[in-house]
């Protein structure tokens, strides 16, 4: 599965072509998935143009991207930068009326059991970004792991290609045995990226290409869209033997 990460926590400053609102997150959609994308993930901005968790803006970006993509599945994130006090991230997402398919929880950040919770309570998947060994020991621990959707393997920037397969390897040790490959996704962050998703691809996983995770191509000029990077990743699928 390859999913297209769209905007991230950018500002549209960033990139021109950086989805933004509802709209510009429906239209770019429609792009990615003509592209060869099979889900997405997205960070819901308020009107100022950062990332929140507030119903109003969650549930007018899902309705938007549901009307332009229905059978694409759609994941936001509950990253604590959008709300940093647990209690009111918690009744953010039990305010939400148009649902995503999935949410990623950080499991090294506070209160990520209890949003796991009460997302899975409202039928949401949940996606457990694991970005250290420690989290991934965590939530090796965690009474939801079972109910978990899936993990993501988060990779930082700066890493060369041999660090990204060290790191990456270091953090699927543990994971060995315990989470079927289906339920793994592998994926980087700027220079991480390309060398991350080609791993995932040798070894079988999932994994994600977008304007959130890079804004190069893997020849390192700057990519116009979301669209064209998920080209470039369908074409480094190609190439696997």
């Not at 792009?31 to 997205?42: F, I, P, S």
């Not at 409202?122 to 694991?130: K, M, N, S, Y």
């Not at 899936?150 to 920037?157: I, K, Q, T």
Request: overall charge negative.
């Amino acid at each position: 599965m390859l999913k297209a990460c769209l905007n991230g926590a950018r500002q549209a400053r960033e990139h021109r072509a950086l989805p933004v609102t509802a709209d510009a997150l429906a239209s770019d959609a429609v792009r990615v998935q003509q592209a060869g994308a099979q889900a997405l993930h997205l960070h819901v901005k308020d009107p100022a143009g950062r990332d929140t968790l507030v119903a109003a803006s969650v549930d007018e970006t899902m309705q938007a991207v549901r009307a332009a993509v229905p059978t694409l599945p759609c994941g936001v994130t509950t990253g604590a930068w959008a709300e940093p006090d647990v209690t009111r991230r918690l009744q953010a997402v039990g305010s939400w009326s148009v649902l995503p398919d999935f949410a990623s929880v950080n499991w090294h950040e506070d209160g990520a059991e209890d949003v796991a919770r009460a997302l899975l309570d409202r039928g949401i998947g949940v996606e457990a970004g694991l970005w250290t060994l420690a989290a991934v020991r965590a939530w090796l621990r965690s009474p939801l792991r079972q109910e978990c959707l899936r993990v993501l393997l988060e990779l930082p920037d700066g890493l060369d290609r041999d660090a990204t397969v060290r790191t990456a390897d270091t953090l699927l040790a543990p994971l060995a045995g315990a989470v079927a490959g289906d339920r793994v996704l592998l994926h980087g962050e700027g220079t991480s990226t390309w060398p991350a998703l080609r791993y995932a691809l040798r070894l079988g996983y999932d994994t994600r290409i977008g304007l959130e995770d890079t804004l190069l191509l893997p020849n390192g000029e700057v990519a116009p869209d979301n669209a064209t990077l998920v080209l470039a990743a369908r074409e480094q699928a190609d190439r696997q033997p």
